[in-house]
């Protein structure tokens, strides 16, 4: 490849992926499915004009770290505070069954593996993808109805959250396992000395950030964005390179830790400005730029529809019974269910970190884009149709106002 030729690969990947984005979403779908089937398209499996190279990992690598920096960015510590202990045992439920789901769907197509094996491994690998939870489309169905800011809505918001920390924690303990070379032992205190470490890095952080936002009141908001990405890149980097935990974690972590000042929403709006315009699309595109639909069999297909199945349904169980222990009724119990169940952008990084490691085969990309699709068409309808049906006493009136979301 020539030195500039990456300039014409950057100029196709942006092009292509904003049209199928704008396309997706005049069918009502995220855009981020948009984005993916565009890598596709232009990739090795259709048209073959841009094919992966190590300087477009590079940039997608950026684009999930900016991705995550952003989820920790938009957590509302005080909703989550606020709904705690239910939230709490929601998101243990929903990212316990669907892992447990997970594990035995990949075990019962190609046997079971003995523990510690790299077969063992790729099992437990397809449970943390049905881990994770996106509610981006649960909040704007919430919003329409009206009821974003009930008890269902505000617990389904608090727990996605939960859900996702509880998961990327998964994601690091089984990556570190992977390793046969690796104590299980040295995993589980590089972990806990990892956030040991953030909690140190996290209060240093916060109370420097604050007194620069006191001691330059009118200039903070050029520089914030700017320190607050370093911040977020010297997490990613230490949390690899000295704790052997993933990179993704720590780009969250150093959201986490600025949610709370007064710039985060500054900081966040140019994050997004970033992520949007080119980040972004090339950590999107370049899902789909890996996937390999070409090799897709009959029982590939099989796998990926019962891949789906197993997704939805794990969730609506596993939240639903923690909701019905938590003492909410049936019907709520089965919305808060249907509401967790979207997938989205983490569990398209969760695989793509997977891939990276060996714990996933490129042609599961497809399931893991099936069910994208398939979540966040079903995921609205079936709550429209729950709340026409079991409608919520008092219920609010619609609100437009911003909210944080998983």
């Not at 997608?60 to 510590?77: K, Q, Y």
């Not at 709904?83 to 709490?88: D, E, H, S, V």
């Not at 924690?169 to 990556?175: A, G």
């Not at 990084?349 to 069910?371: E, N, R, Y």
Request: charge should be neutral.
């Amino acid at each position: 490849m020539k030195s500039f030729e990456f300039f014409r690969d950057l100029a196709i990947i942006i092009i292509a992926a904003k049209c199928f984005g704008m396309l997706a979403r005049k069918l009502k779908a995220p855009q981020v499915v948009g984005e993916i089937i565009a890598g596709l398209i232009i990739g090795p499996n259709v048209l073959g004009i841009v094919s992966q190279n190590d300087f477009l990992v590079q940039m997608a690598e950026l684009g999930v770290i900016l991705l995550m920096f952003l989820a920790g960015l938009e957590t509302n510590l005080q909703d989550l505070l606020k709904t705690g202990p239910i939230a709490l045992l929601v998101a243990c439920c929903g990212v316990f069954i669907p892992l447990l789901g997970g594990y035995l769907l990949y075990s019962g197509f190609h046997g079971f593996a003995g523990i510690g094996t790299d077969e063992f491994f790729k099992a437990v690998f397809i449970g943390v993808i049905l881990t994770a939870t996106s509610v981006s489309i649960t909040v704007s169905t919430l919003r329409e109805l009206g009821h974003l800011k009930g008890k269902v809505g505000t617990t389904i918001l608090s727990a996605a959250v939960i859900d996702d920390v509880i998961g990327i924690l998964v994601l690091t303990f089984v990556i570190g396992f992977k390793n046969p070379d690796v104590d299980p032992v040295n995993v589980v205190v590089s972990t806990v000395l990892f956030f040991l470490f953030c909690g140190g890095v996290g209060l240093v952080g916060y109370f420097l950030f604050r007194w620069m936002e006191r001691r330059h009141p009118n200039e903070h908001r050029r520089r914030m964005p700017i320190y607050g990405l370093a911040l977020c890149l010297l997490l990613s980097y230490a949390a690899e390179e000295y704790f052997g935990i993933a990179d993704i974690t720590g780009a969250y972590v150093a959201g986490i830790i600025l949610c709370s000042i007064k710039s985060s929403d500054y900081i966040a709006e140019k994050m997004d400005i970033s992520s949007y315009m080119l980040f972004g699309p090339i950590f999107f595109a370049s899902i789909g730029l890996k996937t390999q639909v070409k090799g897709m069999t009959a029982s590939l297909l099989v796998f990926s529809l019962a891949f789906v199945v197993v997704a939805l349904l794990t969730k609506v169980v596993g939240c639903g019974f923690a909701a019905k222990i938590c003492k909410f009724s049936n019907e709520e119990s089965l919305k808060i269910g249907v509401g967790m169940m979207t997938r989205g952008e983490v569990a398209l990084i969760v695989a793509q970190k997977g891939l990276s490691v060996g714990l996933m085969d490129p042609l599961l990309f497809t399931s893991v884009i099936l069910l994208i699709i398939v979540s966040s068409i079903a995921t609205p309808i079936i709550l429209k149709v729950l709340y026409h049906k079991f409608p919520e006493k008092q219920p609010e009136l619609p609100e437009n106002v911003p909210v944080s979301q998983a």
